[in-house]
């Protein structure tokens, strides 16, 4: 089974959604079979590669609320994250452009990595207060699951993986997708946000039964005598 999930690093929600299809799939009798591909998205292309602003502040701006406001707001994801085991430090994750991280995410899955580059740039930008808009974290962040930090640095000053991850974005697009977390299962079942844990457990068994349905045979009628049943087998008679 195909799982593509589109998400952004810089976005609780997606944060949230992996927790949670996680333990879905790990409750998954075919959890094994499973193929999932991380797609880039971007919340706010035109973010600055770095800035010294919090989201509290940025939650404040963008939505015209007193700072008071923000950090209540923030919290009550925050405590929804909690709940998934996750620790979200709004106070100090600092806004900051994303692509970058997208494009070592994409390199990452030609390496066999990129879950893990996923999961360390999460739990880098929520619960850290890492810059993902820096280059030299991000290349430390990305050697500390196994990519070669030269090979990475090489990406980040050129334009390797611009391209994989614009047909990403442009690709949401087409399909129609307008918020993430998206979830594409098989290519046929879409799943939007962070849905509870149950409802991707049910997505996953309904999407493999019908991928692999249940052979339905039809019997054709004949003697009952020349079979065996139970322990009991038919006796013959002259």
Known sequence: MKVDIFSDVACPWCYIGKRRF???????PQKDQV????????????????SEMTLNEVLSKKYGMDIQQAVAANDRVSTLAAGEGLEYRMDIARYGNTFD?????????ERGLQDEVEERFFRAYFSEGEALGDHETLVRLV???GIDPEEARAVLAGNEYTDAVNDDIQNARE??????????LDEKYGISGAQPTDLFKQALDQVWAESHPKMKITTIAGNDDVACEGDSCAIPQK
Do not use: C, M, N
């Open 22 to 28: 996680e333990s879905a799939l790990d409750a998954f």
């Open 175 to 184: 399909i129609g997708i307008q918020g993430v977390p998206f979830f594409i």
């Open 35 to 50: 193929e999932i591909t991380w797609h880039s998205y971007q919340l706010d292309p035109s973010a600055p590669k770095t």
């Open 101 to 109: 991280a997208h494009r070592l995410i994409q390199l990452a899955g």
């Open 143 to 145: 050697s500390e699951v």
